[in-house]
């Protein structure tokens, strides 16, 4: 039976950690020019409902470098956009690849696209999670800090799809989230209520920040949300993660965004573009991140 990878919770603590040092050694072996074949003639098929820049290209490259191949389909170039059920489009192409990104917007779209497939069906951003993004970003904290268990990440902003990913991977990975935003862009209560002791919530964004190993953020507006976007602003401003907030955290603190980013809106200038920042290794970590899930599921 296929392995899916739809949220963190999909894998145990044991296998994201094998992942992110897995993750690790490809990334040395790559800088070394020296690429692993482990996926020889295997065949992603790639399904866009949003746009992309990073998870189109790191998925491309990662089956390339591993000896497949990724194939690009987008609603306006497939029968998805002429109105065929994902049921039917899942059953098809499970019959001529061997693995299914998707980057869509209801999680019940992916959600029913795996129970219909036969083979490994990824979760490339739903608006309810973005698990691919998490595992590169515990890569990037392994490779800076060390193991992530027991320390404090602080997030600041919309409790969004990729906050919902970080409550998973505090529960998973045993470390402590401090989540600061605004009552009407908390995450999820079912979320926050099944994640034991691992999660604070907190309108203080300072408090959040404090003596924190990490602090993340992410954009005010996701895809689909723009005639929202002066509320968003008014209500978000007072949580921008800037040079103050950083200042409460621990003096060995790093920042995260998974990009794009908004200079000015959800982070200053000096913070993005200083020296604590890792949002560049960041990113490029979701190539190695993806070739060691990419491995693990075909």
Not at 31 to 39: A, D, H, M
Not at 124 to 151: I, M, N, W
Not at 199 to 220: E, H
Request: proline fraction near 4%; glycine fraction near 8%.
């Amino acid at each position: 039976m296929a392995r899916h990878f739809l949220t963190l919770n999909d894998l145990s603590p044991a296998e994201i950690e094998g992942l992110v040092y897995r993750a690790i050694d490809l990334k040395a072996a790559f800088k070394r020019r020296e690429l692993q074949r482990t996926c020889n003639g295997r065949v992603l098929a790639m399904i866009f409902e949003k746009s992309s820049t990073r998870t189109r290209v790191s998925f491309e490259t990662a089956m390339a470098h591993l000896g497949g191949h990724a194939i690009f389909l987008s609603p306006q170039d497939s029968q998805l956009g002429r109105g065929e059920p994902v049921e039917d489009t899942a059953k098809v192409l499970s019959e001529m690849v061997d693995g299914i990104m998707i980057r869509t917007f209801e999680h019940a779209r992916i959600t029913r696209f795996a129970e219909n497939s036969s083979v490994p069906v990824i979760n490339g951003l739903s608006d309810s999670y973005h698990p691919c993004q998490l595992l590169a970003d515990l890569q990037t904290f392994y490779e800076r800090k060390g193991p992530v268990k027991g320390r404090k990440v602080a997030w600041l902003g919309d409790g969004n799809n990729v906050c919902n990913s970080w409550i998973n991977a505090a529960r998973l990975m045993d470390f402590h989230l401090h989540i600061a935003c605004p009552e009407e862009y908390e995450p999820d209560g079912e979320m926050l209520a099944g994640s034991g002791g691992n999660i604070t919530l907190t309108r203080d964004p300072q408090q959040a920040a404090a003596n924190a190993d990490l602090v993340v953020t992410d954009t005010w507006m996701s895809m689909g949300q723009e005639a929202e976007r002066q509320e968003r602003q008014e209500l978000l401003e007072p949580f921008q993660v800037n040079e103050e907030i950083l200042a409460q955290a621990a003096a060995d603190v790093i920042f995260m965004h998974c990009l794009p980013a908004y200079r000015g809106a959800e982070v200053s200038a000096g913070v993005i573009d200083g020296s604590r920042s890792v949002v560049w290794e960041e990113a490029g970590n979701r190539l190695h991140a993806q070739k060691a899930l990419l491995e693990f599921l075909l």
